[in-house]
């Protein structure tokens, strides 16, 4: 029985690149779809064939056309494992990275053998454990420097990420355009842009969101297109010559006028849904003193659930002359204080927010009226 020409999407190394892997299911691998020949021709070959092993052990990890079953899916990649897939290395690896399984001491192991067998994304899995040393260790000051051993732990730690980066992992690209634009000792936005560029591409939320907020900061790449092959804007030659095109333009064109941001996050709204484009959109242009327009933001991303906005248009009713309304500001202010306190969250937005609504107590009270018939010192009556 020869083998099937089966989409790529069923393989593990179509998953892990999403943020919520493997919780996440995308359309092609779906429970809609019908599964049932492959499935036939995995469950043929499950007794010597390592990749119908591995493959099978992906429906029962995600829960796909059977019940969900961990444990037939770690012995399936046990087995593939004793016949050396590189595959099934990886896909074992993470099944104990995101707790699905219980981690055990060859985790590290099982990414480590990945990649040595040509698997390159499983080296982001091994920068992981590089920060998380950083993170647990404990310097008493009469051992190694701390700066120091931090600094071996990232060189170690960007090594990883770069192979993952070069072999197009997004969380790779989105973490290094995270290292390059927060750690003073290795901070240069051109390189953190770059992997951020990268992984927008792949329409990565977290990615577009810093990419906006690193134009609205003031970054501007000035790149002409002969520039850009030899940039820190560097692009893998073999691409898709369209994607570099694309990529190309955003770089080129896209300045620290905040327009551009706005390109962005408007592609992110468009793309996820996520509100969190619709607020720092408002964002944008409230610090443009554009309040009408950003009431317009804020409004959407309000009516579609996310809670700040609430705050945020209800002040756009008190700084805007055209919509001013102290009635819809109060009432705004009170939605959101309620919503905040059924969602019980309390992190530093909310208490600036709550802070931000208080000082414009004294505002926000009722204009007395006047009353007709008083009289005034004088003693005609006032008007």
């Known amino acids: 029985m020869s083998r099937p020409e089966?989409?790529?999407s069923l393989k593990f190394a179509e998953h892990y690149t999403h943020p919520d892997f493997p919780v996440y299911k995308v359309t092609s691998l779906s429970t809609d779809a019908d599964y049932s020949e492959a499935i036939a021709f995995f469950v043929n070959g499950v007794e010597d064939d390592p990749h119908c092993q591995n493959n099978l052990a992906l429906f029962f990890a995600l829960g796909i056309h059977y019940p969900q079953d961990l444990e037939k899916a770690r012995a399936l990649l046990v087995s593939a494992i004793a016949l050396n897939l590189p595959e099934a290395y990886f896909n074992l690896g993470l099944l104990e990275h995101y707790r699905l399984i219980p981690r055990s001491p060859s985790t590290l192991h099982r990414f480590t053998r990945a990649l040595a067998l040509g698997i390159k994304e499983a080296s982001y899995y091994l920068g992981q454990d590089d920060e998380r040393n950083i993170s647990r260790?404990?310097?008493?000051g009469n051992a190694m420097d701390r700066s120091e051993a931090f600094g071996d732990a990232r060189v170690r730690?960007?090594?990883?990420y770069a192979i993952a980066a070069e072999a197009g992992h997004v969380l790779a690209l989105t973490r290094m355009g995270d290292i390059y634009h927060s750690e003073p000792e290795v901070r240069d936005n051109a390189l953190a842009m770059k992997y951020y560029s990268q992984a927008a591409q792949q329409d990565h939320l977290p990615a577009l969101f810093a990419a906006a907020k690193l134009f609205v900061s003031g970054y501007s790449p000035r790149l002409s297109a002969a520039e850009t092959d030899t940039s820190a804007f560097y692009i893998p030659d073999e691409w898709n010559?369209?994607?570099?095109n694309a990529l190309e333009a955003m770089i080129i064109e896209q300045t620290r006028d905040r327009n551009a941001a706005i390109t962005l996050l408007s592609r992110a709204w468009k793309i996820h849904r996520d509100t969190e484009a619709l607020e720092m959109m408002g964002d944008i242009r409230k610090e443009e003193k554009d309040y009408r327009a950003a009431?317009?933001?804020?409004?959407?991303?309000?009516?579609?659930?996310?809670?700040?906005?609430?705050?945020k248009c209800g002040e756009m009713f008190l700084l805007c002359d055209e919509i001013r309304s102290k009635t819809m500001a109060r009432d705004l202010f009170k939605q959101f204080k309620a919503r905040m306190a059924e969602s019980r969250i309390l992190n530093t937005?909310?208490?600036?927010?709550?802070?931000?609504?208080?000082?414009?107590?004294?505002?926000?009270?009722?204009?007395p009226r006047k009353k007709k018939g008083v009289e005034c010192d004088s003693g005609k009556p006032q008007g």
């Open 295 to 311: 009431g317009s933001y804020y409004l959407t991303g309000m009516h579609k659930g996310n809670i700040p906005c609430l705050a």
């Open 349 to 367: 937005k909310m208490l600036e927010l709550t802070e931000m609504i208080n000082s414009y107590k004294e505002e926000l009270k009722p204009t």
């Open 137 to 140: 260790a404990d310097f008493d």
């Open 157 to 160: 730690s960007l090594r990883y």
């Open 241 to 244: 010559r369209e994607r570099i």
């Open 6 to 8: 089966l989409p790529d």
